[in-house]
């Protein structure tokens, strides 16, 4: 039987999603909980992507087979009531067996959180605490030039070799928060994101915000294929998983 479950997340004491040797990660504490359940049968769970060191998560998917039917309110509550407090298990459903939780995503939602305004120790793993005034205005407009089909080699790992770098970004967004307008926030909708692309745009919108570079600087910069023409890559903290959809 497959189960297919939504799940968010505290990144910031963990070494990302993907479980590594000799670290906690995300998929870590999910498979040995998961199994736990299954009788000490080992299980895997795949989810519909990574996230770094210090990423969170608030609607993150992922799917995992077990030989028992088990109810899926039972599931999820048996799986809360042992995985740590930092992540929680929104829900869980059964899904066909030919469902797959990577290969079948639509699009993804990543969301960016900065402070302009004082430092604030309380939020420094959640909000980048950049502490500056930005020009939001040509934010916004440089945000436009990232919409649409392209090719963005400029904005990944700079020695990540892949065969296709192009992507599509569906709608982009910058917004205040009306409660604190020093917090402003950067949304991504795309059919699909290269490792390290979101953060690398955020450190471009960034130096837009300085003054560094105009707005549509941006166009040439995609056209380069070359990341070193690009920003600084914004620190994790900031970073959100806000929804996949199949």
Do not use: W
């Amino acid at each position: 039987m497959r189960y297919f479950m939504s799940f968010s997340y505290d990144g910031s004491k963990y070494k990302g999603y993907q479980k590594q040797p000799n670290e906690r990660t995300i998929q870590k504490e999910l498979e040995e909980a998961i199994t736990k359940i299954n009788s000490n049968q080992e299980v895997s769970i795949h989810a519909s992507g990574r996230t770094d060191a210090g990423v969170h998560a608030y609607n993150q998917k992922a799917h995992f087979d077990l030989d028992n039917i088990i109810d899926c309110d039972k599931l999820k509550h048996s799986l809360n009531s042992i995985i740590p407090d930092d992540i929680y298990i929104r829900g869980i459903v059964n899904v066909a067996d030919d469902f797959h939780a990577r290969f079948n995503v639509k699009a993804k939602e990543y969301i960016y959180k900065i402070n302009m305004g004082t430092y604030n120790p309380i939020e420094k793993d959640y909000i980048y605490q950049y502490n500056k005034r930005l020009d939001v205005a040509e934010m916004e407009r440089a945000l436009k030039y990232l919409e649409g089909t392209h090719n963005f080699k400029s904005f990944t790992k700079s020695d990540e070799e892949k065969d296709d770098y192009v992507r599509t970004i569906v709608q982009t967004n910058l917004e205040r928060d009306q409660k604190n307008l020093n917090q402003i926030t950067l949304s991504f909708l795309g059919t699909g994101f290269l490792r390290y692309m979101v953060r690398n745009m955020v450190g471009m919108l960034i130096e837009i915000g300085e003054g560094k570079h105009k707005s549509e600087d941006i166009i040439k910069i995609l056209e380069s294929h070359d990341r070193t023409k690009a920003g600084i890559c914004a620190p994790a903290c900031g970073l959100y998983l806000k929804d996949v959809f199949y």
